[in-house]
């Protein structure tokens, strides 16, 4: 399901004369340094040719005050289907229900065997079912490895059309998932580039739900053991640490649908830069490796926004991660 609200915009190449400023006084926050923000938007324009396909996309990073300068703007408020991308608004739903005290995460439901769904994800791996599994286990499922199966989870505390009011009342115009006949069930629903920004910048800066609750959120996306075929390709393992990701996926008659979205923290753990990445009608529609051209994309892309706030920080930030090095046990 595809709404038709198509607003073509020029790609946003221009940096804004804060991000310059950037660059020649090194000011609070140096993420947006000039060069390495007109890269950013030369490096996006080149791949999404390469890649083929139809991009609709969204770069952000701080300027010198600290606010967000858009590097990339292309058909941003074009709504599509998110695919798994619209995990985190799920899971935005289901945390808005546990701040406002109607649920826990640690509160336990069953899983029983008639509510696995293959596809991305561990719980259809288990071959026998039954166990009783917390919030807290099947959220991290849902955003660590895309568990299908823990959406059905999440509509069995969170029903759809409350998850649509829920997104509703927190700003998000366009956002929706997709009821079905079932209350407790629903299709992933709709998106745009925009939306899915500003639910991560509202996340790093943990105005979208309570502060313990976007740290949860972000504490998940930013782990090693995460989605690694795109963005996050090209980094070692701190690096990948101070990235939050999610990717989302699907194959339909139209062509391959290859999205992106996340955000970058600086050095200090301050967000520094956002993107939206969502490409469809691509080729190769049964690729769901890191060789899909979408893919590749993604993954230069990451190394070359990266780069560019790879120094970053940004004092003036209210909210920031604690960026612990990865360290292995075993």
Known sequence: MRGGI???AALGATVAAGAAAVGATGGPAQAAEAGGTRRVANVYERQKVKAGGTWHSHVA???????????????????????????????????????????????????????????????????????????????????????????????????????????????????RVEPVANPNRFFLGVTTPREAHDLLWRLANKTLLSPASCDFLLRVTRWVNGYHDGVRRNMSSNERSRVATKYGAENPTQGASRHEVGIMFGTDGAPVLTYAFFAEKLAEPENFGATHPAVQAHAVLGRAMFDSIAAATNPTAKAKQVLTPYRALG
């Open 6 to 8: 198509s607003r073509r």
């Open 61 to 175: 990073a701080v300027d010198a005050a600290g606010a967000l300068t858009t590097l990339v703007e292309d058909d941003a408020d074009y709504v599509l289907n998110g695919y798994s991308v619209q995990k985190l608004f799920v899971a935005t739903a289901v945390l808005d229900k546990v701040d406002r005290g109607q649920l826990t995460l640690g509160q336990k439901l069953d899983l029983p065997a008639d509510i696995i769904l293959g596809g991305s994800g561990i719980y259809h791996l288990h071959g026998v079912w039954g166990d009783d599994i917390t919030i807290a286990n099947f959220l991290t499922a849902m955003l660590l490895v895309s568990d299908n199966t823990a959406v059905r989870m999440c509509g069995r505390v969170a029903p759809a059309l409350e998850i649509n009011d829920i997104l509703a009342a927190k700003g998000f115009v366009k956002t």
